[in-house]
Each structure stands twice: as structure tokens, then as C-alpha cells.
């Protein structure tokens, strides 16, 4: 499903910390994202996914004004790969903004962003997050089994990549990207 949300991609701020904060307050799942409970810790979680000298790089998905979700790489090393990943604000899922930002952020990453390869993963029993892998042309590649535990139980996981040689997928872009990294 789409939607005619005006949303762009953006460098994050400090601006952002409070929608970061009320993101991972709103919804449990996101604990697996990182550990933000006050604001303090959404500005070091903020910090820490825009610290280039690390590898990484985060970028917002903006709507109405506000950061609505985070797509970003972490872990960029010599051999020009890096892990993706996405989330988004529950208020903006189910409306194909996240496989967009994904998409756009992944496109710029093979391209201008000089990776060759980006890697995700995501839990079996997450089928939305495979629908944003797939939205952004990332390829199945196999299955880790029982990689997680979580409450209790074991959790396989589907692995993705992507190649700066893969085509560049047909979902729409989102605007903004090219003054995000200026």
C-alpha cells in the first residue's frame, strides 16, 4: 500500500531525539533497535548512528515535520560493505514510506555512498520487515537457524543482501537524500 504523505530523506539532528525517544517508548519491539528509555539516550543513540568515523551513517524519514523512522548503515569497513538497517514510527507503518526511505538509502549507498555490498536481517516471524527488504531490492540469501532467542523461544533469520551490481529496484524514491549528505 502507498500513501501521499509528503516524507523525505534527511541527515538526523538533534531536532530529532524526542521522536526517537517516543518511538521506542510506544512500541517494545524496538528495544531490539537499541537501548532508549530518556532523552540522554536517544541523543547517544543519535550520535553513535551518525559517527562516520565508525562506519556509520543515519539517515531520518521525515514526515509532517518529524522523524518518523531511521534507515541507516552501521559497520562500514575497507572491504566497502555495511549492515542495513530500518525502522519506522508504528503511527507510519503499512503505508510503504519504510520500503521508500529503504529503497532511496540503499540506491544512494551503492552508488554515490561507495559500498559494494549491504547486508540485513530480519526474524522469520517479521514478514512486513521482509516485504521493505524486498521493496528495496534486497536479495534472499539463506536462513540462519535459531540465531535469536527471544522470550524463550529460538528464532530463525532471513539474510539479505544487495550489490552495487543488482539492479536498482522500481520502487519509488523518496526526495532529500542528495542534501542529506551534503
Known amino acids: 500500500m502507498s500513501d501521499s504523505t509528503p516524507a523525505r530523506i ?6 530529532d531525539d524526542a521522536d526517537i525517544l517516543a518511538a521506542f517508548t510506544v512500541d517494545t519491539e524496538m528495544e531490539r533497535q537499541g537501548d532508549v528509555t530518556d532523552l540522554a539516550s536517544a541523543a547517544k543513540y543519535r550520535e553513535f548512528l551518525t559517527n562516520g568515523d565508525e562506519g556509520n ?6 514526515i ?12 562500514a569497513t575497507q572491504h566497502r560493505l555495511g549492515w542495513f538497517f530500518y525502522w519506522m514510527h508504528p503511527d507510519f507503518r503499512g503505508r510503504g ?6 529503497a532511496t538509502v540503499a540506491n544512494w549507498a551503492l552508488s554515490e555512498g561507495s559500498f559494494d555490498r549491504l547486508e540485513l536481517g530480519h526474524r522469520v516471524n ?7 527488504a524486498t521493496a528495496a531490492g534486497f536479495i534472499h540469501e539463506g536462513t540462519e537457524r535459531q540465531k ?21 529496484p ?13
Not at 534527511?10 to 531536532?15: F, K, Q
Not at 514510506?97 to 529503504?102: F, I, K, Q, V, Y
Not at 514478514?127 to 521493505?132: I, K
Open 10 to 15: 534527511r541527515r538526523l539532528s538533534p531536532a
Open 57 to 62: 551513517c543515519g539517515f531520518a524519514v521525515e
Open 64 to 75: 509532517d515535520g518529524r522523524c518518523a523512522g531511521i534507515v541507516g548503515i552501521n559497520g
Open 97 to 102: 514510506l519504510t520500503g521508500r526511505a529503504a
Open 126 to 132: 517479521n514478514p512486513a520487515s521482509g516485504a521493505v
Open 148 to 168: 535469536f532467542l527471544i522470550d524463550g523461544q529460538r528464532i530463525d533469520v532471513f539474510t539479505y543482501g544487495r550489490l552495487s551490481t543488482d539492479p536498482v
Open 170 to 182: 522500481e520502487t519509488l524514491p523518496l526526495p532529500g537524500l542528495g542534501s542529506a549528505v551534503d
